[in-house]
């Protein structure tokens, strides 16, 4: 369907040996954005070719508010569905289902969101159950001990899975005191203490429009639409945005190497993450560093895939990753490989990344990433529910449509030069984060080699 | 491509599908047999192309279990003019990504590129069709990296473990005995001859339907497979699996000893391939049983009786008769055996009373809204195309499908659950922690 207008532009690259692919330029399609009295932002974008309707919202309801509830943020999101004050939770299951309709709310780090598609006919109706999900949630009692205790299994059941829960092992050592050490499901412990009354809390407290957006994105008519909107959304009511802004605290930098160790006994592989802080999503370098990390680990040819698994044979696969959040973020490299040769897979992962910094990159390199990064930009845009997503974290981070329409222009602007220095500032060189999850008996003297180690059991 | 806007009666019979048209879809043959179906689509200037080959587990036999898959992964590692790592080095210089996947039927290759960049896409793939080297160290490493593949999924997946042994209690002569990914001893053997000798039997031009969608014109698509796929011999058809599995005649019940939190239910019954006329029923008893809250399954077993944390039902397209499978995992200090009996009474509801008008009515519905997310992308139409015109013997059967599923009444589907879940007829699998008891 259609994405993204595309202008043709072919640009010849005269100045190097290595041919840029022709360039595609795009612009993001037009929409339009308001705010409503309460402070609800919204965006309209028309895309009239395909009966469908997109619908994304973000709300400042995430995981770096649970305090010491943890798992509090994504519980909540999740009650939404559980009833409302016209909605019984069966009502608004079968009236979704029987239409086809889809309509999820969850938490992330940062915020909470909402995400909808349903066809162009049904969106009054099902626009008035999302307005009823966000605005008139109930928290039925009994629907939320169900809830929970599914939750508790399923924490559970994730430690036989240690690609699940890596990722919260590595927060809680990489942010330390920060918020963003918050881990998104939460632990036996914390979930088990979580009461209706905290969610009910958690909503008022949190689920406020004016720090909110909503983006409408397909076959409808943007004053239609507009009308449809305002009439639901303007009884949200205003709410105290809360007075400390958690995430401006700064992220203590970590000062050595340090290894959590996590045994799960029946570990035929080891499962492994190394890391460093990263950077703010809004920072001036983004595409820049994105560019780099396409090349250090980022495909399949990335330094880090060729050396470890298509040389070697080590694993069946090895990336390299930037998560970015408001205040800040993390690098980190992901692979796993078989109990015996997880020596050998760790150091020859650190070997790769300081080639990063003593040999650096070559023009012919660089070019192959920029072409990739470019040829593999219209496909994130395709889709109504691709677009009002990016409407929404647009919103989020502060940012604007010259994210998209100048991206090419941002990537192809990328020298040699620039690319040293985006390596030397933004790659770790030292005082690496390690989280291993495997054999212990088999592996701990191993650990011992990258830092100091802190040993925990899965099942704890 | 032309796009109508057309409204949808949701209780009319007669649903029009909008945005794309069997006659969207242009085909042309080489001479040596390759088919291709071309979607001209330039609502982003990229396109991609699927390369569907009719070559899966279920071509092979014990000793060489896993090579359909290790065989997807070797087409990556040279061939005469790409040698080995050139192949991706030179499509990721171009702009474009590919991945592959394989399956008990076929073995499917995906690339993903920017229109400008086909012709480079054209000259990898009739270089590696044409020409592959096997080369023996690539062989080596790249045997360990299946192996990690095969060792991560069941490392971090309780799922595949049992649903190996459910297939492998439900066929005892049928190929889809063994898994995808092969027995660990034949991964560790397959020779350079086994190779080479596939390579020779299955990579033929006839023995491969080709998608393509996106920012290209038809005439251009022609004139590059002609250029770059059109000299490639076309060689004898490979052998035909001539195994039929025997008629089970009497309940397989398979334990599976891991330490896990709960126990994992799989249940499967044997059930017809794709091209069968009972398929479109089983298909909307599927989506009965377990798509949405408001399904079967979940609203008794998760819902109602808080039995299980998730329940999933699946029915896919297949060459051969296959399975319908039940997957759900136990709610803390649940016995299985009562999620279980939980599940046939739903399913002795469906035998005795059959359903409701209102839940046919919801899965057409939602029949419809999954059509419209199938062709939403290039890549969504590509892989469907391939998938009709590979499963159902013709592209055009997906623009019938939603015609297809409408006719389905309360009685067949009814008719197609008696006929189908038996006892007798199933196999039922269940991986626990203590399995002394």
Known sequence: MKGLKKILVFICILATTFTSINAQNYTLPEYTNFKLNNGLTVYLMEQHDVPLISVSAIIPAGAIYDGDKSGLAQLTAAALKHGTQNYSKAKIDETLDFIGASVNASASKEFAGLSSKFAAKDKSNVMTIIKELLIHPIFDENEFSKEKSRLLTELERQKESPSSVIRTYFDELLYGEHVYSNSLTGTIATVEKITIDDVKNFYTNNYIPNNAAISIVGDFNSNEMKKIVTTLFSSWEKGNSSSTNLVSKPIKKPTSEKVLLINKEDAKETTFYIGAPGVARNNKDIVAIQVVNTLFGGRFTSMLNAELRTNSGLTYGARSHFTNYKNGGAFYISTFTANKTTEQTIDLTLEVLNRLHTNGLDEKLLTSAKNYVKGQFPPRYETIGQLSYFLTEMFWYNFDESFINDFEKNVDGLTLEKAKKIIGTYFPKDKYQFVLIGKASEIEKIANKYGTVKRFNIKD | ?437
């Open chain 2, 1 to 437: 491509m032309k796009k109508i806007m057309t409204l949808l009666f949701l209780f009319s019979s007669i649903i029009s599908y909008a945005q794309m048209k069997a006659e969207d879809v242009k085909t042309f043959t080489l001479e040596n047999g390759m088919k291709f179906l071309v979607v001209e689509d330039f609502s982003i200037p990229n396109a991609n192309m699927y390369l569907f080959y009719k070559v899966g587990s279920r071509n092979e036999y014990q000793g060489i279990t896993g090579l359909s898959h290790f065989f997807e992964h070797m087409m990556f590692n040279g061939a005469k003019k790409y040698g080995p790592k050139v192949f991706d080095q030179v499509m990721e210089f171009n702009g474009g990504a590919n991945n592959a996947y394989t399956t008990q039927d076929l073995t499917v290759y995906t690339n993903w590129f920017p229109a400008s960049s086909a012709e480079i896409i054209f000259d990898l793939e009739g270089d590696r069709i044409s020409s592959l080297s096997i080369d023996p160290k690539m062989v080596e490493s790249e045997r360990g990296v299946v192996l990690s593949e095969r060792r991560t999924g069941l490392e971090n997946s309780p799922w595949r473990n049992i649903i190996e042994s459910v297939n492998a209690s439900a066929f005892k002569e049928h190929p889809y005995h063994w898994s995808v990914i092969g027995y660990e001893d034949d991964m560790k053997n397959w020779t350079q001859k086994d190779l080479e000798l596939y390579f020779k039997m299955y990579y033929a031009p006839n023995n491969c339907v080709v998608v393509v969608s996106g920012a290209m014109k038809f005439e251009r698509v022609k004139a590059l497979a002609k250029k770059y796929l059109g000299s490639i011999p076309a060689q004898a058809a490979p052998p035909k699996i001539h195994i039929k599995e025997p008629k089970q005649t009497g309940e397989r019940r398979i334990t599976v000893q891991k330490d896990v939190a709960n126990p994992y239910l799989v249940i499967g019954y044997h059930t017809p391939e794709a091209k069968h006329e009972d398929f479109y029923a089983l298909s909307i008893l599927n989506s009965i049983l377990s798509s949405g809250q408001s399904s079967r399954l979940y609203s008794s077993l998760v819902d109602k009786k808080q039995l299980s944390t998730a329940v999933f039902t699946s029915y896919r397209e297949n060459f051969d008769p296959t399975l319908f499978y039940f997957y759900t995992s136990a709610n803390k200090d649940v016995n299985e055996v009562d999620i279980e009996n939980a599940i046939y009474e739903e399913l002795d509801k469906i035998k005795v009373n059959g359903i409701t008008e209102k839940e046919l009515q919801k899965i057409k519905n939602q029949k419809l809204m999954e059509f419209y997310g199938q062709i939403e992308t290039i890549n969504g139409k590509s892989n469907n195309l391939g998938t009709y015109e590979l499963f159902f013997g013709d592209y055009k059967k997906m623009f019938e499908a939603p015609e297809n599923f409408n006719k389905i009444s309360i009685e067949d589907v009814q008719k197609v659950a008696k006929k189908y879940f038996k006892k007798s007829n199933r196999t039922v699998g269940v991986l626990k922690t203590n399995v002394e008891d």
